[in-house]
């Protein structure tokens, strides 16, 4: 129970109404798209970088957990207040982008939504990347937390490429700024880069500095068909060692393509689909997607359609975005893993995965993005069978270590958090873990933020 006194002095900081301690409230931020949940003591809605940084001032006093929140779509339980405390929402900081098209960067608070800066970024030509399956309601602060990743991430990375600068609430409450507006900078330790992926564990950033891109002059998709998820693949591989760079290369295995159908309610056609978009310049989109297309048809993919347009195209990247919610609809536990392998190992990989799945007899769907190595096994369960759940868990972590054994990571783009802990030191091994938690121990002396993630003894 948190002590009277602080709510009060809680409430001083953001307003009466920014404080919320009843039940129903405490259940709603309790849990992210996970299978986790655990309930704060209280919940703080700031407004601005120095309430938060009020906030966090009176938690490092007091000793008191403080777990960061943006929108609650983590896929790794980063926002689940595992030690109780203080969820700090940051929903609302969230005025719109200021957008500096003459330098190509927006200055951006933490609670606008990813979405809403692709949009009005895109009203002035300009081009911000990441996108988040999620991106319709997941914020900024969020994203760069987990350094989100998203369909695009093969031509144009992840978070971590387009973060110049933040401006960040240390453990201690202190308000400060790290990196830089321009285009280079060198001064110093890359500190933004260090909170980038953090979690929350670090601090918390208030608002970031991000960099855009000129807007893609054209676009062209084109759809493939296979018989199994190895052949396309064995697709996938073949055309990104061909020197095609797509700006995204997505896969969905039969069971994806029909639950996402029926979802939809349109149907998706049969197969394993495989989708690509070439953008650029016109010239260039279209000699890369005959390239591309010259593979597939080489592969006798079954059905290809070389230039999808239009609703049509705009249709087949809603599919591919409702993979997720269409597949929860199929079981009550859905478990969304996210393992990343080099491109040429992607055919292993997905042969690996059904054999651990029909080694414990899991219900698995795999879908993701095949162009850069990084798919999303997802496991079909109910946890309210034990005995299943354990199977499930023993199947993770087989594909954890098959993915390690591939020369992968474990987590391509969803975290660590919670759901990857017992795997971090698999992947960066003893030397690795202890300068983490070296970092972490020297940057959060009182173990406040976001406590119970990433180590097991944080």
């Known amino acids: 129970m948190m002590d009277p006194g602080v709510v009060e002095i809680l409430k ?41 940084a009020g906030v966090v001032a009176l938690a490092y006093e007091e000793g008191i957990p403080v777990t960061p929140r943006g929108a609650g779509t983590g896929l790794s339980g980063g926002s689940v207040p595992v030690q109780g405390g203080i969820v700090v929402s940051m929903e609302r900081m969230n005025s719109p982008a200021v957008i500096h098209k003459e330098d190509l960067y927006a200055v951006v608070e933490a609670g606008v939504v990813t979405e809403h800066l692709q949009r009005d970024a895109e009203a002035k030509r300009l081009f911000y990347p990441p996108d988040p399956a999620s991106q319709a309601a997941c914020t900024i602060g969020g994203n760069i937390g987990e350094c989100a990743g998203g369909l695009r991430g093969l031509k144009y990375g992840t978070t971590k490429n387009y973060v110049l600068g933040l401006e960040i609430v240390t453990p201690e409450g202190r308000l400060t700024r790290t990196g830089a507006r321009t285009v280079k900078s060198v001064a110093g330790y890359d500190v933004t880069r260090l909170m980038v992926g953090s979690e929350g564990t670090l601090g918390i950033v208030t608002s970031a500095v991000l960099r855009l891109l000129p807007l893609p002059r054209a676009r062209r998709v084109i759809a493939g068909r296979f018989k199994d998820i190895t052949s396309a693949a064995e697709a996938v591989a073949e055309i990104t060692a061909s020197g095609l760079v797509p700006s995204i290369l997505e896969i969905m295995d039969d069971k994806t393509v029909e639950a996402v159908g029926a979802f939809l309610k349109e149907s998706l056609g049969d197969g394993v689909l495989l989708l690509a978009e070439f953008d650029g310049a016109k010239s260039l989109c279209e000699e890369e997607a005959s390239k ?121 783009e969803h975290g660590i958090g919670l759901d990857k802990m017992p795997f971090l030191k698999l992947e960066i091994g003893k030397a690795g873990y202890e300068i983490m938690k070296r970092v972490k121990g020297s940057l959060d002396p009182g173990g406040i933020m976001n406590p119970g993630k990433m180590f097991y003894d944080s």
């Open 292 to 412: 591309a297309l010259e593979i597939l048809n080489g592969r006798q993919g079954g059905a290809i359609e070389d230039d999808v347009k239009g609703k049509k195209s705009a249709k087949l990247w809603e599919a591919r975005r409702a993979a997720l919610p269409a597949l929860t609809r199929l079981c009550t536990t859905v478990i969304l893993e996210d393992v990343t392998v080099p491109r040429s190992m992607l055919p292993d990989m997905v042969n690996k995965i059904t054999r651990i799945a029909g080694k414990y007899d899991v219900g698995v769907a795999v879908f993701g993005h095949a162009g850069d190595g990084n798919i999303h096994p997802t496991f079909l369960t109910d946890r309210r069978n034990p005995d299943e759940l354990k199977r499930v868990d023993a199947a993770i972590a087989e594909m954890m270590g098959a993915s390690i054994d591939l020369g992968g990571t474990v987590s391509g």
């Open 12 to 52: 001083s900081i953001v307003g009466p109404d920014n404080v919320l301690s009843d039940q129903e409230s405490l259940v709603c931020y309790s849990f992210d798209a996970t299978r986790y949940t655990s309930q704060p003591e209280v919940v703080v809605k700031p407004r601005s970088a120095e309430e938060v």
